[in-house]
């Protein structure tokens, strides 16, 4: 009589089927649970990144202050770049490269490139800022108007600020989501005017954009 032969498994399905399921190719149970929570973790970054790149890639913002002084003087403190850096208080040291362009230096190996593209003394004033770490760039105008009403001896500060994060880094994504959930344009402007105020020697009183005149 015929000997019946057994199907028994067979190594690599002995390996890859053991303890009642609970291992799988091999793969203790715990091992497998940290694979597991690897995908979802990269799957959400991944599901982020993506999503991001749908968000707002312009961030704006704008404050004034009123100055007890004339737009001479003013303008003289916002020349003074050493004093009263783009960067405000993340400001570590400056290097002038010429009278219209210099770099801020904000620690972490990370600089910003300042540049004055625009000088109408002593009415209007525009500046470029690039970040190359995070591939963003910006824009801010100052307008100085002074006050008629007390022989010019008085000025109202504006201050515009765009931030573009349109171009592409592994940071923008991540930018975007933060410029979106925080006030972080405005924010800085805030720091930088409250710099200025000090370098004055004034109190920093913000005043809504409907109230300057």
Known sequence: ????????????????????????????????????QAILVFSYLV????????LPSTFEASMGVRLPCSPEKVWDHLEDVQKNPMSSKMRISTTMKSESEWTEDIGSGETIVCRTVTSEKPTRLVRDLWSEAVCMKG?????????????????????YSTVDARWGSFFTPFLRLVMTNTNGVEDGVRDYLELLCQ??????VPVQEGMIG
């Open 1 to 36: 009589p015929k000997i019946p032969v057994l199907n028994t498994p067979s190594t690599s399905q002995r390996s890859g089927i053991r303890i009642m399921g609970f291992s799988l190719f091999g793969l203790s149970p715990v091992t497998l649970f940290l694979w597991f």
């Open 47 to 54: 599901l982020a990144v993506v999503s991001a790149y749908f």
């Open 139 to 159: 824009e801010w105008i100052f307008l100085l108007t002074a006050s008629k009403k007390d022989d010019g001896t008085t000025t109202t500060l504006r201050v």
């Open 199 to 204: 370098d004055i020697g004034v109190e920093f």
